[in-house]
């Protein structure tokens, strides 16, 4: 299992940090974005001192919100990527895959005699 995000992930984690702080969505951005542009490297990113130069509300939790599980924990949603919900997900879809296989074998059962032939 990873312990860290991609370095793609990490400005998302970051800005949705600051908003559970929070920070307004639009500012969030704003010092992400700023983060990205003169920090770059996600390494450095990881550096809470660094972090602290662009918003007083990152504080030592910010790590936890950079970690793999917990940040796929966070999408425990409807519909959304968390383990929960990918698996509610799957129940529903077996379900339906049962259901459909059922009213496919009816069908077939129903125009089966009309194409035998006399």
Same mark, same amino acid.
């Given at each position: 299992?990873?312990?860290?995000?991609?370095?793609?992930?990490?400005?998302?984690e970051l800005a949705e940090y600051l908003v559970r702080k929070g920070l307004p969505f639009r500012e969030a951005h704003h010092v992400v974005?700023?983060?990205?542009r003169e920090i770059g490297e996600s390494k450095e990113m990881r550096d809470i001192e660094k972090l602290k130069r662009f918003s007083p509300l990152f504080?030592?939790?910010v790590v936890e919100a950079l970690d793999f599980r917990a940040a796929v924990e966070r *999408? $425990?949603?409807?519909?959304?990527?968390?383990? %929960?919900? /990918?698996? #509610?997900?799957?129940? *529903? $879809?077996?379900?339906?895959?049962?259901?459909? %296989?059922? /009213?496919? #074998?009816q069908v077939a059962a129903q125009i089966a005699p009309a194409h035998q032939r006399p």
């Open positions: 299992k990873r312990a860290a995000l991609d370095d793609s992930l990490i400005a998302t974005g700023r983060v990205v504080e030592s939790d *999408r $425990a949603v409807e519909g959304g990527t968390g383990p %929960a919900a /990918v698996r #509610a997900q799957v129940v *529903r $879809a077996r379900a339906a895959a049962q259901v459909a %296989a059922q /009213v496919a #074998a």
